[in-house]
């Protein structure tokens, strides 16, 4: 029998202020408007973590980096490690955040807890083909692995 509850809090591991939770929860429902599955803090095959990966209805996989300070955004020059592990690239902030501190090489978007728009697209960079098939492996697994834990936290103690 199917039982109804309420809808489950996305795990927090500490790292995200609230107002970097606001953004990416904007960012969220701006892809899943547009078709897009989302996965966040998805560990790339560099090491690197990227805060949120989309993956839209055609496998493009959007990479998008979360600011939600001036300070943020001048102590972390790691953004371009992200750039070979997605189609396009986006920095996603708030309304605080002047805009014109962000690169012109990735896409702009505005957010917060309740939506996000895109200010400025991001080019276009293909991936290829065996690098678009690693991380939609990356991306499902780190999805099926969440989704598991859910209604199984103790699966992965052992």
Known sequence: MF?????????????QSEQAL?????????FRARGFAIVTELTLASGRRADVIALGPSAEIVAVEIKSSIADFRADGKWPDYAPFCDRLYFASHAGVPSEIFPQEAGLIL???????????????????????AMMLRFAQAAAFRLHGLFDPEAGVF
């Open 111 to 133: 957010a917060d807890g309740f939506g996000a728009e895109i200010l400025r697209e991001a080019p276009a960079n293909p991936l290829s083909a065996a690098r678009r098939k």
């Open 22 to 30: 606001a953004i990416q929860r904007g960012v969220g429902r701006l």
């Open 3 to 15: 039982h109804s509850r309420a809808p489950l809090a996305p795990p927090r591991d500490g790292r």
